[in-house]
């Protein structure tokens, strides 16, 4: 390793749907966190690892922060976000480029509380409409905090993250990797094939249908190309159950394939998932289902 390698952490925060995910993806160049239209998509710190010959970038992706905490289940993930900012060297500030709410100036607070330098990111560039609006937009932006520097991005057409990602490394302690070299991310297999599935269950179903879901695999195993997992997919009330099903199983079995195809794509090896719907009355307000699923929630 040469002297002068730099390691350290990087927490992605945003209000929901500004490109976290993304823009997670997008620096690692790998799917490694879901992403899907809808607000609310993330549920926790997820960790997205870039290695280069210079540096070990550890981005943690986050869920974004709820300014009303309805749930055990939002304050599980706003206690990620908190998380991910108090073990980070560097906070990655994400907005929509255009858009200035006060859910974001709540993310700002909390960002500018963890006293580590804050990059604003300006995500979306790429919808800006006229394109002179970005610099007033910016300008507006600047008086807002002392950020260590503003960039406009498109996380989705890949557009200035070099930019973005000198910015955030020139900011990191000297030190040797933390992780692997060739670590992409410290989600196992199981972690991400339920994450895939829940993408698919968010982009199949309708309204507040898919936000009362949760996957658990109760069981994977590698076998030589070939990954058996065993999924349920938890409903919170009865009525949701038929939805998921769908009429004959059509929609469980749309979200399965959906998720097979992708999770091949992915690993390069052949998927067998076996999926299950069941119900579990009201899990986000239950402390342990939540455990069970893998959420911390000591306050
Ligand atoms: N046009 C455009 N769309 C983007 C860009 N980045 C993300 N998106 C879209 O914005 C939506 C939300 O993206 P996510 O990456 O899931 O957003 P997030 O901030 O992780 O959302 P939560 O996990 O819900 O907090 C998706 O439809 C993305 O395709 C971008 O640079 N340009
Ligand atoms: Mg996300």
Not at 73 to 91: C, D, I, P, Q, Y
Not at 119 to 146: F, Q, W
Request: net charge positive; aromatic share 6%.
């Amino acid at each position: 390793m040469p002297e002068d390698f730099r390691t350290g952490f990087v927490a992605i925060v945003g209000r929901p749907n500004v490109g976290k995910s993304t823009l997670v993806n997008a620096l690692v160049g790998r799917k490694i966190s879901i992403v899907t239209p809808r607000p609310q998509t993330t549920r926790h710190a997820i960790m997205g690892v870039l290695t280069r010959p210079d540096s070990q970038v550890l981005f943690v992706d986050t869920p974004g922060l709820h300014t009303r905490q309805r749930n055990l289940l939002n304050r599980a993930m706003n206690r990620a976000v908190e998380g991910a900012l108090v073990g980070a060297e560097v906070a990655l500030f994400v907005v929509e480029a255009g858009a200035w709410k006060a859910a974001d100036s709540f993310v700002l607070e909390h960002a500018l509380a963890a006293k580590i330098p804050v990059i604003l990111a300006v995500n979306k560039v790429d919808l800006v409409r006229p394109k002179s609006a970005l610099l007033p937009y910016l300008l507006a932006c600047e008086k807002r905090a002392t950020f260590h520097a503003i960039v406009p991005i498109s996380a989705a057409n890949l557009d200035n993250l070099d930019r973005l990602l000198e910015q955030s490394t020139a900011l990191l302690p000297a030190g040797p990797p933390l992780y692997p070299l060739d670590a992409t991310t410290n989600r196992s297999m199981a972690f991400r094939v339920a994450e895939m599935l829940r993408e698919k269950l968010l982009i199949a179903l309708r309204q507040e249908v898919p936000y009362g879901l949760a996957v658990e695999i109760l069981a994977i195993e590698e076998k030589p190309g070939v990954v058996l997992a065993d999924a349920v997919i938890w409903a919170d009330r009865e009525s949701h159950k038929g939805i998921v099903v769908g009429k004959g199983g059509a929609t469980i079995k749309e979200v399965g394939t959906a998720a097979r195809l992708e999770l091949e794509k992915i690993f390069g090896l052949r998927f067998h998932l076996e999926t299950h719907v069941k119900v579990k009355t009201n899990w986000a307000d239950s402390a342990r289902a939540l455990q069970q699923f893998g959420f911390d929630t000591n306050s």
